[in-house]
Nanobody, 124 residues
Framework: VQLQASGGGLVQAGGSLRLSCTISGRTFDNRFMGWFRQAPGKAREFVAAINWSSSNTYYAASVKGRFTISRDKAKNMVYLQMNSLRPEDTAFYYC??????????????????WGQGTLVTVSS
């Protein structure tokens, strides 16, 4: 499985960006797709996840209501629509995938495959 994230860039506070994650390789039933982020000098943190089969979604409290994760099975793509961006959203964003139980979707250690990061910079 190979993942490639794209769509990062520079945006003003209050603006929007859409990140994309291209997935190649094995099929993804019973998997979760997740987005994580890591700001300079900070630990990696969970942002959002989606169950590939059911499309049920899960969010960190800090982004709920502003970010939306979605997937396109036909295109093998996962998206992260980010609205009302804030300077504190500045980070490298990573997509990842793995099989896990629902209670573990926020744990980065449960994700086996990772894409390279895409940088999101939000100016104030």
């Amino acid at each position: 499985v190979q993942l490639q994230a794209s769509g990062g860039g520079l945006v003003q506070a209050g603006g929007s960006l859409r990140l994309s994650c291209t997935i190649s390789g094995r099929t993804f039933d019973n998997r979760f797709m997740g987005w994580f982020r890591q700001a300079p000098g900070k630990a990696r943190e969970f942002v959002a996840a989606i169950n590939w089969s059911s499309s049920n979604t899960y969010y960190a409290a800090s982004v709920k209501g502003r970010f939306t994760i979605s997937r396109d099975k036909a295109k093998n793509m996962v998206y992260l629509q980010m609205n009302s961006l804030r300077p504190e959203d500045t980070a490298f964003y990573y997509c990842a995938t793995g099989r896990m139980i629902l209670s573990s979707v926020r744990n980065a250690e449960e994700y086996v495959h990772w894409g390279q990061g895409t940088l999101v910079t939000v100016s104030s």
